[in-house]
Every structure is written in structure tokens, then in C-alpha cells.
Nanobody
Framework: QVQLVESGGGLVQPGGSLRLSCAAS????????IGWFRQAPGKEREFVAA????????YIADSVKGRFTISRDNAKNTVYLQMNSLKPEDTAVYYC???????????????????WGQGTQVTVSS
């Protein structure tokens, strides 16, 4: 069964850090680009970051640039989202998604992804 499973979410104080993981089961991520998206209550799902299948290219949303980084370890079949200097407005459910490496669509397009995880909650609050 093809699955993406996010982990690492939780409650953190403003200014704190979290590292989210996106692990694949049932398939290998080697030829998949991975994106992270988030959705806050009452808002649309928005792009956060993406990484190419090789890890050679990364894309970071302006809202998190300089605070979030994305990386991958294909040997562990896992992609990471390191989140630093967290703000209350970063509170959301975070999702990872995978798309075949040949996709020509912009990585911010949710419809271009083939597989999605179930999401992990991140809450930034004092």
C-alpha cells in the first residue's frame, strides 16, 4: 500500500523549532519530487516548500523563507521540513505530497501531486 506518513508535529512556543518528517511506505521516493503544504482552519491549503527528486533544487514560500528548510534522505526514504523561528501564524496542519519527477507543473500546484499524507498538526502558541 502506497503511503506517505508525516510526523514531528506538536505544540511549540513562538521562536521555537520543529522538524517534520515525511516517510514513504510501499514505494521509493527516489524519483519523486516532494512538497510540503499547510492548511490553517478556515483557509485554503498553501504551498510551503518543495524539493526535487535529486535534492538539487528546493523551493521555499516567501512566507517562510529564511526560517524553513527542506531536505531529503533517499536512503531513509524520508523528506524533512526544518522549521525555525516559528510564529503563531505558522499554526496549521502540515501535509507532505509526492509527484513523479517528470512533472512540469509548478511545485506550488496542489493538483500536480500524486500522493498525499494524512497531515500532522503544528501549533505555535505561548
Amino acid at each position: 500500500q502506497v503511503q506517505l506518513v508525516e510526523s514531528g508535529g506538536g505544540l511549540v512556543q513562538p521562536g521555537g523549532s520543529l522538524r517534520l518528517s515525511c516517510a514513504a511506505s510501499g514505494f521509493t521516493l527516489d524519483y519523486y519530487a516532494i512538497g510540503w503544504f499547510r492548511q490553517a482552519p478556515g483557509k485554503e491549503r498553501e504551498f510551503v516548500a518543495a524539493i526535487s527528486w535529486s535534492g538539487g533544487n528546493t523551493y521555499i514560500a516567501d512566507s517562510v523563507k529564511g526560517r524553513f528548510t527542506i531536505s531529503r534522505d533517499n536512503a531513509k526514504n524520508t523528506v524533512y521540513l526544518q522549521m525555525n523561528s516559528l510564529k503563531p501564524e505558522d499554526t496549521a496542519v502540515y501535509y507532505c505530497a509526492a509527484r513523479w519527477f517528470t512533472s512540469q507543473s509548478s511545485p506550488v500546484v496542489t493538483g500536480s501531486y500524486n500522493y498525499w499524507g494524512q497531515g500532522t498538526q503544528v501549533t505555535v502558541s505561548s
